[in-house]
């Protein structure tokens, strides 16, 4: 089975920069992706790791570190519009589905 | 759009009917997923399908639930003698490498 952890809220100040921690513990590991979900919204895509080390797409980054069960999604000069919940999920080997944690809102002041 | 479409999006019922709902995936995915979201929570896997065949099913699939994805290309989740605990977002998610997610179906069981 899996098991994902990550904090349930965050509160950031725009402009500055918050690192959502996600922990997991697999039977297998086939990849970790991170999406992100706007109140009422579909989860859209915002990360893929596989392998150890960092991914950075513009103002987000991701970091995986399989030995230690870790990863972790950076958001850099904040937006209003990034106030939403950033889910963490694994894949497993030989599965093509998704197991989520249960989120992190993430509340972006002015 | 080419886009996951999922109809209806929201979907209001009493409790003991039966809901269909419907997903058309991103045409060129083979792979079709259906989950289950309520608030405060990461997307739960209900099933899965791989071109016409159901792969995999969730033990939170009970025998009330059934899936069917008949020709290969759109989905169906069909919900017999409807319960209370059921009312969640029920998402659709088509994929060649990450998912695609829909907008969901939302039920509300009265």
């Known amino acids: 089975g899996q098991n994902i952890d990550q904090p349930t809220e965050m509160t950031a100040t725009e402009g500055a920069i918050v690192q959502i921690n996600c922990t997991y513990q697999t039977s297998g590991f086939n990849g970790l992706f991170w999406y992100q979900q706007h109140a009422g919204e579909a989860p859209t895509f915002l990360s893929y790791n596989v392998l150890d080390g960092l991914e950075e797409k513009g103002r987000f980054s991701s970091f995986l570190s399989r030995s230690k069960g870790y990863s972790y999604l950076l958001l850099k000069e904040l937006q209003m519009k990034d106030s939403a919940s950033y889910l963490c999920?694994?894949?497993?080997?030989?599965?093509?589905?998704?197991?989520f944690g249960a989120g992190t809102t993430v509340t972006v002041r002015a | 759009d080419t886009g996951v479409s999922q109809d209806p999006r929201h979907k209001i019922t009493k409790r003991g009917q039966n809901v269909t709902f419907r997903c058309d995936p991103i045409s060129e995915h083979n792979r079709l997923y259906w989950y289950r979201q309520t608030l405060g929570q990461g997307p739960e896997f209900l099933t899965y399908f791989q071109n016409e065949a159901q792969l995999e099913k969730s033990r939170l699939l009970s025998d009330r639930f059934s899936a069917e994805r008949p020709k290969g290309s759109f989905s169906t989740l069909e919900i017999q003698r409807t319960e209370q605990g059921d009312s969640a977002m029920y998402l659709c998610?088509?994929?060649?490498?990450?998912?695609?997610f829909g907008e969901g179906s939302r039920l509300t069981v009265l």
């Open positions: 998610a088509s994929s060649l490498q990450e998912l695609f």
């Open positions: 999920a694994v894949r497993a080997p030989n599965d093509y589905k998704l197991s």
